[in-house]
């Protein structure tokens, strides 16, 4: 209908640029149009006052503009209007023909035909037979990377992943001295790479494709949607751990067709069940997030599988699972921790960490003014002199308590070291509630109070011998560190059980970005209990009693709440307490691809960044892959090396990365260790639905156009508009289309018939 009254398909307008041939200016256009509107009004409104009151305003207004028009109409006729477009010269351009011929297009949809039997009907009926009319054609297939076949018999959907930027990037470059004026992909949108920019396609091809001028004209295959599918989207979990830690991860899925049904969340370790929960599906295409507590047992290498079982009449069960490998570490953490007099707290928290063996707390206890007591230490002279002065003393420690002790016996060098211990080292440090701790200890004069999660209260009389219960807030349900039972429902219960505290300090209002995990009842007052905040590269809390002991001393016999909750704070304050080398990597799974990018960040014994070391990684993988790179200083980071390396071979891959001091006595700096995984053949699995937003983001960002199987009659016509290959300039004269007739004819009568009606010819 569209070319009927306007002569060209819409692709012209939409491609092409409109121009005046006239040799006047436009703007005498505008001019004259204005200028005959004016008169045509002045005439309007002498004949309104000989015609009222059958010709009121309304009715002239319609009059008016409708004359206004046809005399606009006219003008911009004399202006010679006209379209210039740029089109393929007939058989001297190459049309690429790209057909996606991976894995998932061997899905069947509703009609039980393949995506990729859909494709190769679709060229194989007519679409190929057109363009050869017009075009000289070359086909390929296109999977992991782009191959030319002679035929479509070629074409089989077999490929283990798509790759839709670097094959179209490969084309471009392959075939940059032909005259190739476009590129008709024919996917389902899948696309496995990394890397992506706004449009889902690697911003490298997306140059490539625009500096040849090359429009993707893309046709999409398969439904958008299933109809019955459970898929998971994402695993958040941490590369490493503690040993005999339970390890928190967070799953992301989403469903179509199962609103509202139950299903099985589970992580195993091989063929061993870790932890498993029931979860209630959400609405469909919406993702949900299910937060699971795993036990991960021994130090050691591992791969965890989280799945959701199959469900009746799913119909792509491989997306059920995702695989993470994780370090678990048996290292110890060394925690140092300061109490001011003795007391129970003391005590029982010590006594709690006696069963956990990736944590140890050195302690040093004040039992009179001038006497410390060491407890925990590995030689006679650690902390011999008190509490550490220099920055490689105390920044061999993960974590610090401190508990009944006053701001001021620190000396003004070691508050700031606790400042930089957090900020700069990393570390973790606790506040307890005590006689002289937190506001009653002058905290919130001294220079370390914006260490502290909350605006201390003023005064020093914010100690109290009273009783508190304790609840747990909407934060603290979830959270790692309150997590007593993995059923939220029965954690928050069990809190509100937990025998009463006998002495508090009110902590004050906590700061912005600060969380508060549990709340004290005091009578009919709330007051934060365990408060936390991230500050810097680090992290702070304050756990506002001296009473948790209680826990240990008054619930039955064998109960686990108060050294489990201990335990897992205390985890928590060492937990991301980086050592002097940390390594990392993009992504630990790697999809079809082995690439990878490892950075090392290598610190001093100050925790200062240093260039002046040597860094190694030493790889062993499947099939006796045992490889040794080297890590070059980054150019732009100070402290931070880097190195490429390729994962060949599929499967489970650990990395040591140690660094030592250069010079005439090397000395080891630290080590550490990561695991990845490549995984070939396994992003076909997921997102199985066309993937048509990218599709048509592809062909808008390079001047093509998206296109529906039943659409495709057109489209060796509408192929030829472009400015790639060779070209000619054509210009498209508009004074012929059939609506300007209609337009000419129609306005005149359509006035004619109005004023007749009206009574006023």
Not at 143 to 160: D, K, N
Not at 337 to 359: H, L
Not at 624 to 639: C, F, Q, R, Y
């Amino acid at each position: 209908m569209f070319q009927l009254l306007f002569k060209y398909p819409g692709t012209v307008f939409t491609k092409g640029r409109f121009v005046f041939l006239s040799a006047r200016p436009a703007w005498l256009l505008l001019v004259l149009i204005l200028v005959a509107a004016g008169v045509l009004a002045l005439l309007i409104r002498a004949r309104l006052r000989d015609a009222a009151p059958r010709l009121h305003s309304r009715r002239a207004v319609a009059v008016w503009g409708m004359q206004s028009a046809l005399v606009a109409l006219i003008l911009f006729l004399l202006w010679q209007p006209v379209i210039l477009i740029s089109e393929l010269s007939s058989q001297q351009n190459i049309i690429a023909v790209v057909v996606d011929d991976s894995r998932s297009m061997a899905i069947a949809d509703d009609n039980g035909k393949t995506r990729e039997a859909a494709a190769l009907a679709a060229l194989e009926g007519s679409l190929l037979a057109g363009l050869r009319k017009r075009f000289q054609v070359r086909i390929y297939r296109l999977g992991s990377r782009l191959t030319p076949v002679t035929s479509t018999q070629a074409i089989a959907p077999m490929e283990p992943a798509t790759h839709i930027g670097d094959g179209l990037k490969q084309l471009a470059a392959d075939t940059a001295d032909l005259p190739v004026g476009a590129i008709l992909l024919l996917s389902d949108g899948s696309e496995n790479t990394t890397g992506m920019s706004d449009s889902g396609i690697a911003p490298d091809a997306l140059e490539a494709l625009r500096n040849r001028r090359l429009p993707v004209h893309a046709v999409g295959f398969g439904k958008t949607e299933p109809s019955h599918d459970v898929e998971l989207e994402d695993v958040s979990v941490a590369a490493s751990t503690a040993a005999s830690a339970r390890l928190a991860a967070t799953v992301s899925l989403m469903q179509h067709g199962y609103t509202g049904e139950k299903a099985k969340l589970s992580v195993r370790d091989g063929d061993k069940t870790l932890a498993e929960r029931e979860i209630t599906l959400a609405p469909d295409g919406r993702i949900q997030s299910e937060l699971l507590y795993v036990p991960v047992g021994g130090a050691g290498a591992k791969s965890l599988t989280f799945a959701v079982d199959a469900l009746s009449g799913e119909e792509n069960l491989n997306n059920n699972a995702m695989t993470r490998p994780i370090v678990v570490s048996d290292a110890k953490r060394r925690i140092l921790y300061i109490e001011g007099e003795p007391r129970w707290e003391y005590k029982f928290i010590r006594r709690a960490e006696d069963d956990d063996p990736t944590v140890q707390i050195v302690s040093m206890l004040r039992t009179s003014e001038n006497k410390i007591y060491r407890q925990g230490i590995s030689d006679p002279s650690e902390l011999a002199e008190g509490f550490p002065v220099r920055a490689e003393d105390l920044f061999g420690y993960s974590g610090i308590i401190i508990g009944s002790v006053a701001a001021d016996y620190f000396t003004p060098l070691q508050q700031e070291l606790l400042r930089e211990y957090v900020d700069r080292r990393g570390g973790g440090i606790l506040f307890l509630g005590g006689r002289e701790s937190l506001s009653d200890g002058g905290w919130a004069a001294s220079s370390l109070n914006d260490l502290l999660p909350t605006f201390l209260p003023a005064g020093n009389q914010n100690f109290h011998r009273n009783s508190a219960t304790v609840e747990l807030t909407s934060e603290g349900v979830d959270s790692p560190i309150t997590r007593l039972l993995d059923d939220p429902e029965k954690n928050a219960a069990r809190w509100k059980k937990l025998t009463y505290l006998a002495d508090y300090e009110d902590p004050g209002a906590p700061k912005p970005g600060a969380t508060v995990l549990a709340d004290m009842i005091v009578g009919h007052r709330k007051l934060p209990l365990l408060i936390t905040q991230n500050y810097g590269r680090g992290r702070s809390a304050i756990m506002a009693t001296g009473g948790t002991w209680r826990w240990q001393m008054s619930e039955a016999l064998g109960d686990p709440s108060h050294d489990l909750f201990w335990q897992q704070l205390l985890r928590w304050l060492v937990a991301e307490s980086p050592g002097p080398v940390t390594a990392s990597m993009p992504a630990r799974i790697l999809m079809d691809r082995g690439q990878i990018n490892l950075t090392a960040q290598v610190r001093d014994r100050q925790f200062e960044p240093t260039a002046d070391a040597q860094v190694a990684a030493h790889i062993v993988g499947p099939e006796g892959v045992n490889a040794l790179i080297d890590l070059t200083p980054s150019p732009d980071t100070p402290g931070q090396f880097q190195a490429e390396w390729t994962a060949e071979k599929p499967g489970p891959y650990l990395a040591e990365v140690t660094a030592e001091s250069t010079g005439d006595k090397p000395q080891e700096l630290g080590s550490d260790v990561l695991t990845f995984e490549r995984e070939d053949g396994v992003a076909e699995n997921f997102h199985i639905g066309q993937n048509r937003r990218l599709l048509e983001q592809l062909a808008s960002a390079t001047g093509g156009q998206y296109w529906k199987p039943s659409d495709l009659k057109n489209l060796p016509r509408d192929i030829s508009y472009s400015e790639a290959g060779i070209s000619v300039r054509t210009t498209k004269e508009l004074w012929d289309m059939p609506i300007v007739f209609l337009l000419l004819l129609g306005l005149p009568v359509a006035e004619w018939l109005l004023r007749r009606k009206w009574g006023v010819l």
